[in-house]
């Protein structure tokens, strides 16, 4: 694996080998060794996936505050995703910055998501899945989203949304709550 860091501090771009011969290829999701040298994650506790059947679906940008902070190393294993991640957390000197990069299995490419950070994804492809390996719960009481088109962001999606939930579209934008968001992270 190749991991590579971005223009936001603890958030690293990873890739993987992608071994073809005959039969197709192979490749190796998570090293435990390679990972955790990064500092940005600790041992997965849960792995989800995620399907999308229509080109366009958007999800997120979704996060948890602590304890229950999750850091997150996402994966495409089919079909292809626009992966954002926003920096979320007080005092970084990449405060509301993003970094996105293009996920598919034909690149190899993963993206580690470390704590304090908020995640979202737009599908390229009809029928696309991802896997996330997660160092923390699901805590429902924690959990928490971001406008996938929140001015302060202002991410560039490669297209524009069409299949977005009722939640996403209802997550306040950041302007209302900075401060709510500098308590209950520190």
């Known amino acids: 694996m190749l991991i590579q860091n971005t223009n936001l501090k603890d958030l690293f771009l990873v890739e993987r080998n992608i071994f073809e011969d005959e039969r197709g290829t192979f490749s190796r ?7 955790l040298r990064t500092g940005s994650f600790t041992k997965p506790v849960q792995v989800n996936t995620s399907f999308s059947k229509q080109k366009g679906t958007l999800r997120g940008i979704h996060f948890q505050y602590p304890p229950y902070s999750e850091a997150k190393l ?10 954002v991640g926003v920096d979320l957390r ?3 000197p990449t405060r509301f910055q993003w970094y996105g990069v ?10 580690l998501v470390p704590q304090g950070f908020g995640h979202a994804f737009v599908t390229l492809e009809a029928n696309t899945t991802l ?14 989203g971001v406008r996938f088109d929140d001015p302060m962001i202002g991410i560039k999606w490669p297209l524009k949304p069409s299949v977005i939930s009722d939640k996403d579209k209802s ?3 950041l ?5 709510d968001l500098d308590k209950k992270f520190t």
């Open 171 to 173: 997550w306040p934008r």
């Open 74 to 83: 996402v994966s495409c294993v089919t079909g292809s995703v626009w992966d």
């Open 175 to 179: 302007e209302e709550r900075i401060e």
């Open 29 to 35: 999701i998570y090293s435990e060794s390679e990972i």
């Open 102 to 111: 293009e996920l598919s299995p034909r690149n190899g490419l993963q993206l």
């Open 90 to 92: 007080p005092n970084s």
């Open 131 to 144: 896997v996330y390996m997660i160092n923390q719960v699901y805590n429902l009481e924690y959990e928490s």
